[in-house]
């Protein structure tokens, strides 16, 4: 009964003509809300953005509701980061859209293994989505967004160009910001529950250190290990993100007498929030 409610909902979306919601914008779907940040950046008023994951849930468990699919149906284009809820809805979303342009961000970024540039976990088989959390990444995602909206709007090309510019400037400030506040941190270590910043990691020369990869929970022999290295490198806090429970990070943080900070990879407010992570690491590797 479900399926076939999604189903005639989802048939109500695509008949219905486009021309009823308005020409004024562009309309494009990204995946998670840091992309938005960076959509409005380039885009500028000539783009109407959705961003498909909500603040504040999980992108490894969520499930679109056909109520959020409306704008799915409208898109002429959909940026995907690789988040996990993609390999499933990315099909179904083109399924539902056909005409709609779908573009990778990380096209031409080297991933990296889920546990980033730390070799305590073995068994890592994905690669790492937030490729986000890189500013020198971030400038070779601009470059892709850019591309994709001169593709589907190319009678704007201009002024998307000039906005691109603009952003590729205030990346690298915010880079070389994050490079003088860690300059003198390289080789040091930081945890993280979840391993949601090796790009970041490894672009300031960091080691990151993750509790749990892929929702697993470390085994006692991983936690020994963990605990020895964060002796081994001074480490005082975890870093922990927000979506996730918080009953096992607790109980991480009371088996290693670490102090518990939040730290949102899905910030909308990117720039600020990554400035304010290498400032909060800044003090946390004193």
Not at 51 to 71: H, I, Q
Not at 171 to 188: H, V
Not at 237 to 263: R, S
Request: charged share 25%; net charge positive.
């Amino acid at each position: 009964m479900k399926n076939a409610i999604w189903i005639i909902t989802v048939l109500f979306l695509i008949l219905i003509p486009w021309k009823l919601f308005g020409d004024d914008h562009i309309r494009v779907c990204v995946s998670i809300p840091p992309q938005r940040f960076f959509l409005e950046k380039i885009g500028g008023n000539k783009v109407d953005i959705s961003v498909v994951l909500p603040p504040g849930l999980n992108p490894a468990t969520y499930e679109p509701k056909p109520s959020s699919m409306k704008s799915i149906t409208r898109a002429k284009a959909y940026i995907s980061t690789g988040v996990p809820f993609e390999r499933i809805w990315l099909g179904r979303f083109k399924n539902m859209n056909p005409r709609m342009m779908i573009s990778y961000a990380g096209r031409g970024i080297e991933l990296i293994p889920m546990n980033g540039n730390d070799i305590s976990h073995k068994h890592i088989l994905r690669y790492d989505p937030h490729i986000w959390l890189s500013p020198p990444l971030v400038m070779l995602q601009a470059r892709n967004i850019l591309d994709t909206l001169i593709t589907i709007d190319p009678v704007n090309a201009t002024y998307y160009i000039g906005n691109y510019k603009e952003f590729i400037d205030e990346i690298a400030s915010i880079d070389s910001k994050i490079i003088e506040l860690l300059l003198n941190k390289r080789g040091r270590a930081f945890v993280v529950y979840h391993p949601s910043w090796g790009y970041f990691a490894k672009a300031y020369g960091l080691k990151q250190i993750p509790v749990e990869v892929e929702g697993k929970e470390p085994s006692p022999k991983e936690l020994t290990e963990i605990i020895k290295r964060c002796r081994y490198y001074h480490v005082k806090a975890i870093y922990y993100q927000p979506q996730f429970p918080k009953k096992g990070i607790k109980t991480i943080a009371k088996e290693t007498g670490l102090k518990l900070i939040p730290a949102d990879p899905l910030s909308e407010e990117w720039d600020k929030n990554i400035l304010d992570f290498a400032i909060s690491l800044r003090k946390t590797l004193e």
